[in-house]
């Protein structure tokens, strides 16, 4: 299982990047795969993370490290933001919720002219059925296990959500990611990677403990 590491706590000090490139290396010996980027802008909910997040920190970090980044874009109009994030990201998701049709293909299509991995994130009342018809053109399908907006909520189960996605994706032998995000410990994993999820993203879980651990666990080791 890949797994990223996402540095959105509940207090400020510790989002800078000064604070996180002090875990970097630490991080990489760890095993750590991917940094995500959860980059919202207090419209799609009512977090405003860009204030911490900005296109410096994200510059100044992924120029620091051998990680790979990925942008979460929890945005209005995320069509917007792709420049900026496929200069720093190889992989960039939006939400399905923030979207009309239109707007999905567009912000599809965005992606991909950049040369960037595709990925659509939904919420945990989105059902699988809402995304099947974007798969085929997709890399990545974020299914969320809390209600973006603020880390350290209680994990939501998606079990039954993931395999039907998986079910959709082996059927038409589609080479699409499907990665969780939300509540991700030690005491979720299992669920979540037995129905079929082949990537995690966590930060309390990892950052508040032995990084080597945490992360293991969530790779299966």
């Not at 040369?115 to 099947?132: H, L, M, R």
């Not at 299992?190 to 992360?215: F, P």
Request: glycine share 4%; aromatic share 6%; with cysteine.
């Amino acid at each position: 299982m890949r797994v990223a590491v996402s540095f959105l706590t509940s207090n400020p000090d510790d989002m800078t990047a000064e604070k996180i490139l002090e875990k970097i290396p630490q991080l990489e010996e760890a095993g750590a795969d991917t940094i995500q980027w959860d980059l919202m802008d207090g419209k799609y909910n009512d977090n405003n993370t860009m204030q911490w997040f900005t296109w410096d920190v994200i510059k100044q970090v992924t120029e620091n490290t051998n990680l790979d980044s990925e942008a979460h874009l929890m945005v209005l109009n995320p069509k917007d933001m792709v420049e900026e994030a496929a200069k720093y990201c190889s992989l960039i998701m939006f939400h399905y919720e923030a979207c009309d049709k239109d707007e999905i293909q567009e912000t599809i299509q965005a992606i991909k002219a950049a040369g960037k991995k595709v990925g659509i994130a939904i919420e945990p009342a989105t059902p699988a059925s809402a995304i099947a018809d974007y798969l085929d053109q997709i890399d990545n399908v974020l299914v969320m296990t809390v209600k973006t907006g603020y880390a350290g909520q209680a994990y939501i189960d998606q079990a039954e959500k993931i395999r039907e996605l998986k079910e959709v994706i082996d059927g038409k032998n589609l080479n699409v990611e499907i990665e969780v995000d939300g509540g991700i410990s030690d005491k979720t994993v299992d669920s979540v990677r037995d129905a079929g999820a082949t990537a995690a993203n966590s930060a309390s879980y990892i950052l508040n403990n032995d990084y080597a651990e945490a992360i293991n666990r969530l790779k299966g080791r």
